[in-house]
């Protein structure tokens, strides 16, 4: 892939009202970039939108609802005062519960928000990217779009939906100057846990508080950190761009031991379990 150029073009991120949508919106905001910013929380957004130091458009955008996006297109073509460069896909949320007794209700939910969430913004923006012939598709997907691990199959079938719906994309998009690009996070330190939907976690943890303070602990990379991955990813011209040491080891293993990773994950598990415990109970103390 050839690189593509960010600076002082248009941006366009979901899931911007936190996390790593915000500090990618501030990191390219900076940069010279006019960014237009989306997220379902309106405060959030706000917030965010405090923070940018150049132009701006924000959108309280439910990503679920395809009708919004193309809305949102239009708002975005008549806005722009620049040629866009990226249009990033980061919105998401996490369900962590057993195969077994997972609710439909909890499932769509997911899946509406981190797959077709990921899809509406991708086809609604594509026709522009196309005409312009120039920038890039970028879909976050996760360290669990390259592995799966128990109490997230939901979430794991998202993300490997995401990587193959982007990868199919890329093969596309071949001669047309658009790219497409997935991003795999490993351990963010973002509140999407806290606003999850945790029922029980692989630890066999039934406390939500305890699951986000577990998941906290053991993220490593900041959202500033994950932001100039994404954009050096971009500007060089990566197909897959991956956060954090720890997303680096995953892919190595899957790779490595492709069905049979977790046989070398699951005996670390009692040992983790009382790591976090030591440091969940430090921090409380």
């Not at 193309?70 to 073509?77: E, F, K, L, T």
């Amino acid at each position: 892939m050839s690189r593509v150029l960010l600076a002082g073009r248009t941006v366009v991120i979901s899931g911007a009202g936190s996390g790593i949508g915000r500090a990618l919106a501030v990191r390219l905001s900076a940069m010279g970039c006019p960014v237009a910013v989306s997220d379902w929380n309106a405060e959030g957004l706000a917030q965010t939108g405090a923070r940018l130091s150049g132009p701006y458009l924000t959108r309280v955008l439910d990503v679920r609802d395809r009708d919004a996006h193309i809305d949102w297109v239009g708002a975005v073509s008549a806005w722009a005062p620049a040629p866009l460069g990226a249009v990033v896909n980061n919105a998401g949320v996490v369900v962590s519960q057993t195969v077994a007794d997972a609710e439909y209700e909890d499932d769509k939910w997911l899946m509406d928000i981190n797959f077709w969430g990921v899809a509406h913004g991708t086809r609604a923006f594509l026709p522009y990217l196309l005409e312009q012939r120039s920038g890039a598709i970028v879909n976050v997907s996760s360290i669990f779009g390259l592995l799966a691990f128990p109490t997230q199959s939901t979430y794991c079938a998202s993300k490997f939906a995401v990587r193959g719906y982007t990868e199919a994309l890329r093969h596309e998009l071949h001669g047309t100057g658009v790219h497409a690009i997935t991003v795999h996070p490993g351990g963010i330190d973002t509140p999407i846990t806290r606003a999850g939907r945790v029922h029980v976690d692989a630890l066999g943890n039934t406390d939500p508080e305890l699951f986000h303070r577990n998941f906290t602990a053991l993220a490593r990379t900041t959202p500033e950190q994950a932001a100039a991955t994404i954009q050096h990813g971009i500007e060089r011209g990566h197909a897959r761009i991956l956060i954090g040491a720890d997303a680096h080891l995953m892919h190595a293993l899957a790779t490595a031991v492709p069905t049979h990773y977790f046989d070398l994950i699951r005996p670390a598990m009692p040992l983790a379990r009382r790591l976090l415990n030591t440091m969940t109970s430090r921090r409380t103390a």
